[in-house]
């Protein structure tokens, strides 16, 4: 990442245009300790510079910093007690950042590496994703320094009442709706739920991811996977690459692993690895249909760790305190946390010939890595666009959840489909350069900024 020195740096007023490396420096003053947050917007920004300056009038309105600048964000503290009757104290946040499309929209995540740097990137990326829905969703991203890992499910349960009673003032159905995030599944949504139904006496659609029998959609669980292999499918065909026989790389042993995985083996692909954050197992016959069993039943049942697979499988290894990328395949998707492929990891990629990356969970890879990708005219996908499909089933959660009704699975899945093929079309539109290679990083930002930014000036300056 790129370090300004800000004391050089004067922004004049009144000019017309906006020059990425400035408003990143003053951000990075004002900001000093937040490194997630100004990688997540430098890497923005020097992307949309070119098309924001064609809008004198953004400039005008001083766009930029109000979109890099959240609304506001929410801190409090948690306290709940453990099993043992000792009262423990956690932090909580939300984040939300843009609502000029529709409401705050964006998950909740409980790991012990949470904090405000790291919870602004996840909100401004979420701004761009869910504006390249195309559902009407603004970005919001909250979450605690509380981990589930090693907790009772009371615990879990006390540590997610007492969340919600600090937030659920500052959302609702029509203002702010939280989904899962790491270390946040349908667990943690059903049991926040059931808090705010016991705080407000209403049952509304105020979570989305919610279980089955109280307003979840099908298909959500599977969303983000499967919406990840299928932009995957659209980036391969425009090389007229077929996805069937594909050896991939796959990292995270959670949600988005999960169905990536399921959504692979679907299409004939075979998935070779898989991860948690103590190490990664290598599967040389490939992950099927009943392994994938396995890991659901001990990733989400038995809360285990992914080393007992390499013990259920012989034909596995266990690599301890490794990631999964010197491993030789045609494909890599990161699914678990941001930066976890960084440029050494790149090029061991590149140097074993993987031809796509397509990234499930956000901002995966550093900044070397995505240029070391693009230098090397791989397919390369950032997550907010290969990784939307959670969130635009969510948004689609919302509408089942107003409409009172639910929809079939082929129907969700058809929209699915629909959706990512569209987000794709869009990277495609707007990131196409003149030698014909797709920048997906360029597409999915000019894309995904461009209608925030319009909905923003209709909007005046209020916020
Ligand atoms: P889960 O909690 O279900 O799974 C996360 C997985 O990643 C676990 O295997 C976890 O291992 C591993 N992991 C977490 N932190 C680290 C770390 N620091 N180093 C190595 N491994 C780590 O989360 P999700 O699958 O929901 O989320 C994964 C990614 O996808 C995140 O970046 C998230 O923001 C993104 N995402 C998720 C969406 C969703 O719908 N769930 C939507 C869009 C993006 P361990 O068990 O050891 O913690």
């Known amino acids: 990442m790129c370090i300004y020195n800000y004391k050089t740096i004067i922004i004049p007023k009144g000019r017309q ?78 984040v939300q950042h843009n609502n000029a ?21 996840l909100a401004f990326e979420q701004v761009f994703k869910n504006s390249l829905t195309t559902l009407p969703m603004g970005g919001a991203k909250g979450g605690s320094d509380f981990s ?74 599977e969303a983000t996977g499967y919406g990840n292999v299928y932009f995957l499918e659209n980036m391969l065909k425009t090389r007229g690459i077929n996805l069937a026989g594909k050896t ?21 692909a075979k998935p070779l690895t898989c991860s948690d954050s103590d190490g990664f197992v290598y599967d040389p016959d490939g992950i099927d249909a009943d392994k994938l069993a396995y890991i659901m039943e001990l990733k989400n049942i038995e809360r285990g760790r992914i080393k007992e697979y390499a013990e259920e499988y012989p034909n596995a290894q266990y690599f301890p ?42 901002m995966p890879s550093t900044p070397e890595a995505v240029k070391i990708f693009q230098d090397n005219k791989i397919l390369y996908c950032p997550g907010k666009a290969s990784n939307a499909g959670g969130v635009a089933v969510s948004g689609l959660e919302m ?35 003149a030698d014909g290679y797709i920048n997906y990083v360029k597409g999915a930002n000019v894309a995904g900024f461009l209608k925030v930014a319009k909905a923003m000036m209709a909007q005046g300056v209020g916020m």
């Open 17 to 94: 245009f906006m020059k990425a490396t400035e408003v990143v420096a003053k951000l990075q003053q004002q900001f000093p300790h937040q490194p997630e947050y100004i990688q997540a917007v430098s890497q923005v920004l020097g992307t949309i510079e070119e098309e924001y300056n064609k809008h004198p009038e953004f400039e005008k309105a001083n766009l930029i910093e109000r979109l890099c600048i959240p609304d506001r964000i929410i801190q409090f503290r948690v306290n709940w007690i453990d099993d043992k009757g000792n009262v423990r104290t956690n932090m909580g946040y939300r």
């Open 148 to 221: 589930p890992r090693g907790k009772s499910n009371g615990e879990v349960m006390r540590f997610c009442q007492a969340f919600m009673r600090e937030l659920w003032n500052y959302i609702g159905p029509d203002t702010d709706v939280p989904a899962g995030d790491i270390g946040v599944g349908g667990r943690e949504v059903g049991y926040m739920f059931g808090q705010y139904k016991a705080l407000t006496h209403q049952f509304v659609g105020i979570l989305t991811g919610k279980g089955q029998e109280f307003g979840g959609s099908l298909i959500r669980p």
């Open 321 to 362: 305190g490794q990631r999964p990328w010197g491993i030789k395949a045609d494909i890599a998707t990161p699914c678990a946390t941001q930066n976890e492929i960084n440029g050494e990891d790149a090029q061991k990629l590149i140097d074993n010939g993987v031809i796509a990356v397509s990234e499930g969970a956000n």
């Open 248 to 268: 991939v790389l796959v990292s995270g042993a959670g949600n988005v692993a999960q169905y990536t995985i399921e959504k692979l083996i679907q299409l004939g």
């Open 399 to 433: 509408s089942q959840n107003s409409e009172r009704l639910h929809w079939t699975r082929e129907e969700v899945d058809n929209y699915l489909h629909r959706i990512m093929n569209d987000i794709h079309e869009n990277c495609v539109k707007y990131g196409t350069q």
């Open 101 to 121: 499309i529709g409401p705050y929209k964006g998950g909740i995540r409980f790991h012990s590496s949470v904090n405000v740097s790291i919870l602004k990137f």
